[in-house]
């Protein structure tokens, strides 16, 4: 069974490159020098969060985050994950 999970990432625009970090995931977080950079390594901590987590504990998607920092912006971020029988593979 393949689940597709979608949750907003905020991207914080620094000097030294783009922090990410899920405000629902508390620990996933990770960075990228570039936009295309950030957004993968965003699609891939989100996949190794999400796939070591019991289905049924996990949050529930929220609507789009408050910023309070002018260089930040929300991202929509989807992985699907592949589960067989009761728990991730």
Do not use: W
């Not at 912006?73 to 991730?88: F, M, N, R, T």
């Amino acid at each position: 069974m393949i689940r597709t999970y979608q949750y907003y990432a905020i991207f914080n625009f620094a000097d030294d490159g783009i922090n990410v970090s899920f405000p629902e995931l508390p620990g996933c977080l990770t960075c990228g020098d570039t936009l295309e950079e950030a957004l993968i390594m965003a699609k891939d901590a989100l996949g190794l969060y999400l796939d070591g987590e019991p289905v049924e504990e996990l949050p529930s998607p929220q609507t789009i985050p408050e910023l309070s920092n002018p260089n930040d912006k929300a991202y929509l971020i989807e992985v699907s994950i592949h589960y067989y029988g009761h728990g991730p593979v």
